[in-house]
Nanobody
Framework: VQLQAFGGGLVQTGGSLRLSCAAF????????MSWYRQAPGNQRELVAT???????RYSHSVAGRFTISRDNAKNTIYLQMNSLKPEDTAVYYC???????????????WGQGTLVTVSS
């Protein structure tokens, strides 16, 4: 199983970006899918999570500005980021909790990360 993230880049304060992340490979079921981010010198933090039933939740720092969505048919999640701030600058990682075979435990899989830079 691989997760591939796309969509990072450089944007000015107040701008928008949309990230996407697709899961590929042998997948029986995907439970929660999430976006995390890690700024230089900081620990990785959870940004947003969406369940297979499309329930979403957000960190306090992005609530109201970011929207996570999911296309279950494509095993893909998106993160629409609006009103970006310099403090949103980080490498963004997608994560998925996946069962690959019947009888196998759920496991965490990570994408490669995509850099988002917000200039002031």
């Amino acid at each position: 199983v691989q997760l591939q993230a796309f969509g990072g880049g450089l944007v000015q304060t107040g701008g928008s970006l949309r990230l996407s992340c697709a899961a590929f490979g042998r997948i029986l079921r995907i439970n929660d899918m999430s976006w995390y981010r890690q700024a230089p010198g900081n620990q990785r933090e959870l940004v947003a999570t969406i369940s297979s039933g499309l329930s979403d939740r957000y960190s306090h720092s992005v609530a109201g500005r970011f929207t996570i969505s999911r296309d279950n048919a494509k095993n893909t999640i998106y993160l629409q980021m609006n009103s970006l701030k310099p403090e949103d600058t980080a490498v963004y990682y997608c994560n998925a909790v996946i069962r690959t075979h019947w009888g196998r435990d759920l496991a965490n899989y990570w994408g490669q990360g995509t850099l988002v830079t917000v200039s002031s």
